[in-house]
């Protein structure tokens, strides 16, 4: 049975993992690191933290593994830079943190698309994301890269909204990896990953999510 950490719990694809890994024989623990308080469960321990400033010596960074699904808009976050910090920074200090503490798997929601040298900026930091991730030096690695995430999101995100509309009405006709994902099945991929701990670094793409 593992010691989970989650961070990303409160969004579509996290939500989704906390519920799952609740519900797993195989997970012993979850460790969900949130702004605000979750409901209580049994098997939660639920520190809340400023993500800016990250309690270092914390006794609960000892887990086995780390699925993080950290990730914002850039109308949300307000700035290129305040975007940057949630979907690049936040996640690598968890890891480096985690990994410290004797950690040894690190499951990462990613996306569709994500390359260090795209012109996009969103699939840049995607990108760099898990470039740096890698040379943290995990024993295992998973970079999920799902497109298009179906599922009822808490915040609006209505350009988003309507590229599901639309790709789920020309569903028939697109390649399997632009098809809509569910959140479920993220959350079902990123937590198998992270209670298996293979060893090496392993990419999911789109297509293999559904």
């Known amino acids: 049975m593992k010691q989970l950490m989650l961070v990303g719990a409160t969004g579509l694809v ?37 993500f800016w400033r990250l309690p270092e010596g914390a006794d609960w960074w000892a887990v086995d593994a780390v699925v993080c699904t950290l990730g914002t808009t850039i109308r949300v976050a307000g700035s290129q830079a ?19 503490h ?19 900026f969103y699939s840049r930091t995607k990108g760099e ?26 915040e609006r995100r209505p350009l988003e909204q309507l590229a599901v509309n639309v790709s789920r009405l020309l569903q028939p006709l697109l390649p399997r990896r632009y098809r809509v994902v569910p959140a479920d099945r993220i959350a079902s991929h990123l937590l198998q990953a992270a209670v298996a701990s293979t060893p090496g670094v392993h990419v999911l793409p789109s297509e293999a999510l559904l």
């Open 14 to 50: 996290g939500s989704h993992v906390l519920q799952q890994a609740l519900a797993s024989d195989a997970v012993a623990r979850v460790v969900a690191l949130t702004r605000k308080p979750l409901a209580p469960h049994p098997k939660l321990l639920n520190p809340v933290v400023d």
């Open 82 to 100: 305040a975007f940057y910090k949630v979907d690049h920074d936040h996640p690598l200090e968890v890891a480096y943190l985690a990994r410290r």
């Open 129 to 154: 994301t898990e470039r740096d991730l890698q040379a943290v030096g995990y024993p295992s690695l998973t970079l999920v890269r799902p497109g298009l995430i179906g599922g009822q999101r808490q």
């Open 102 to 120: 004797g950690a040894r798997a690190y499951a990462f929601n990613s996306a569709l698309g994500a390359d260090v040298a795209s012109r996009v």
